[in-house]
């Protein structure tokens, strides 16, 4: 018979199959850790590489956002420059203007011609008139 202090030889081989299997499970475990632990090593390099590439991105951006606000404004002050020149609405409707303004200008040119004409002819006949009524008094005297 064995003492109560030592454990019966079936208790012992449980209690040994218990150990095996929890050895198998930590051995599993750190394994699964290793395999974890590179596959974080390489998604940190991963991360740094995507990092140092956004990094290079927005450089970029920057640069390419600098370089519109100089076309930008170049573009505005050339749009200042030109007048109308590509805008046709605006074109357009200057030249229509330009045109009427030349219309009017020959209509006044025009109507000045006329009343000198019509002023030479009033002068034309008032001399006629008065030259024809000293006749008319005489004649009728």
């Known amino acids: 018979a064995v003492c109560n202090c030592c454990y019966s030889s ?3 081989i449980k209690m040994r199959k218990k150990i095996e299997s929890s050895l198998q499970m930590l051995a599993h475990v750190k394994e699964k850790l290793a395999f974890i632990l590179e596959g974080n090593t390489f998604q ?3 991360l740094k590489s995507v990092e140092e590439h956004v990094k290079e991105k927005r450089n970029r951006l920057n640069h390419v956002k600098h370089i519109r606000d100089a076309l930008r404004f170049e573009n505005t ?3 200042q420059q030109s007048g109308l020149l590509g805008r046709e609405p605006l074109l357009r409707d200057f030249e229509l203007k330009q045109d009427r303004a030349s219309e009017l200008r ?3 040119e025009d109507l000045r011609q006329l009343q000198m004409d ?3 002819q009033c002068h ?3 001399q006629k008139v008065e030259q024809s009524q ?3 008094s005489a004649t009728f005297a």
């Open 10 to 12: 079936q208790e012992v």
């Open 44 to 46: 940190t390099e991963e």
């Open 77 to 79: 002050r050339l749009r």
């Open 106 to 108: 020959q209509r006044i």
């Open 118 to 120: 019509l002023t030479a």
């Open 124 to 126: 034309i006949l008032r």
């Open 134 to 136: 000293p006749l008319a």
